[in-house]
Nanobody
């Protein structure tokens, strides 16, 4: 059974930092391109940061220079370091795993809430 378990969400003030974690089980981690997406009520889920199929990184323009995606393959974990957080970063953040070859094979975590407010 595939599981992507996110953690690290919370509430904080603008300008703060937070690190999200996503630990995968039930998959061969190296076979998947991992990423983070976010969603606010009434809007579509949007890409935040991902490792591409070629293992480079891709960021949404709105988070470039503030967020960093990283991974620890030994722990089957992907991280999202979020700095200089803004109220518009408030969303539910979802972990995503896409198979590098069979790209239609995609898994999602349950999501973790990040709230940035003064």
């Amino acid at each position: 059974q595939v599981q992507l378990v996110e953690s690290g969400g919370g509430s904080l003030q603008p300008g703060g930092s937070l690190r999200l974690s996503c630990t995968a089980s039930g998959i061969i981690f190296s076979n998947y391109a991992m990423g983070w997406y976010r969603q606010v009520p009434g809007k579509q889920r949007e890409l935040v940061a991902t490792f591409t199929l070629g293992a480079s990184t891709n960021y949404a323009d709105s988070v470039k220079g503030r967020f960093t995606i990283s991974r620890d393959s030994a722990k089957s974990t992907v991280y999202l370091q979020m700095n200089t957080l803004k109220p518009e970063d408030t969303a539910v953040y979802f972990c995503n795993a896409r198979h590098r070859v069979q790209q239609s094979v995609v898994y999602w975590g349950q999501g973790t809430q990040v709230t940035v407010s003064s």
